[in-house]
């Protein structure tokens, strides 16, 4: 199987937006509808912050907004806050049951 | 609040097996409709999903990675662990234990703070 595309690196100001695109095939993204977005500040776990393409786990900023169109979901961050500076990873389920992850992005707030 | 601590040796030989123990706190593996999964880190690197158990045993692994791993669930002691065979210096990773929701969702919603595993001799 293999990972899912993202860009290496985003960056936005203090009360942007920006979205993070990840690419997939039919076989994951494009079949089914469990794609999850994680966070993780450096020398930290990971967190969930979107899942199922667009639902926010509870005490989730809703600055946080995910969809998807074909082979491709993506994650908008509206209001950039200093704090969301972060590696961003996106990851599905895919037809084999199985979990794939893309490569990561990292955020830079500028 | 549920909460998972991994366990075990932070160093491990070439060629050794890897083994390593998530316990679980504040919730139930044997009573829960949640998956208890692997995902490791190697450093600098990205994330990288291992595999995952059902609370019935159900095991689903990384096609990469299905000839060396296990993971095994103890309910008895609310633990699931992981085994992984043959290791090298490639299998040098930050290692966690996770609940998720799988097969009609993906959600992985808890962690454990991760474990440093070091393949060297």
């Known amino acids: 199987q293999s990972a899912l595309t993202q860009p290496a690196s985003v960056s936005g100001s203090p009360g942007q937006s920006i979205t993070i695109s990840c690419t997939g095939t039919?076989?994951?993204?494009?079949?089914?509808?469990?794609v999850s977005w994680l966070q993780q500040h450096p020398d930290q776990a990971p967190k969930v912050i979107i899942f199922?393409?667009?639902h926010r786990p509870s005490g989730v900023s809703d600055r946080f907004s995910g969809s998807k169109s074909g082979n491709t979901a993506s994650l908008t961050i509206s209001g950039l806050q200093a704090e969301d500076e972060a590696d961003y990873y996106c990851?599905?389920?895919?037809?084999?049951?199985?979990?794939?992850f893309g490569g990561g992005t990292k955020l830079t707030v500028l | 609040q549920l909460q998972l601590q991994e366990s075990g040796p932070g160093l491990v030989q070439p060629s050794e097996t890897l083994s390593l123990t998530c316990t679980v706190s504040?919730?139930?593996?044997?009573?829960?409709?949640?998956?208890w999964g692997w995902i490791r880190q190697p450093p600098g690197k990205g994330l990288e999903w291992i595999g995952s158990?059902?609370?019935?045993?159900?095991?689903y692994y990384n096609p990469s990675l299905r000839s060396r791993v296990t993971i095994s669930v103890e309910k008895s002691k609310n633990q699931f662990s992981l085994r992984l065979t043959s290791v090298t210096a490639a299998d040098t990773a930050v290692y966690y234990c996770?609940?998720?929701?799988?097969?009609?969702?993906?959600?992985?919603?808890?962690w454990g703070q991760g474990t440093l595993v070091t393949v060297s001799s």
């Open positions: 996770v609940r998720h929701v799988f097969l009609s969702g993906l959600d992985f919603n808890s």
């Open positions: 504040g919730g139930s593996i044997s009573r829960s409709t949640f998956f």
């Open positions: 158990i059902s609370y019935s045993e159900s095991t």
């Open positions: 039919r076989s994951d993204i494009g079949a089914y509808n469990y």
């Open positions: 199922d393409v667009s």
């Open positions: 990851t599905s389920y895919t037809g084999s049951s199985t979990v794939v």
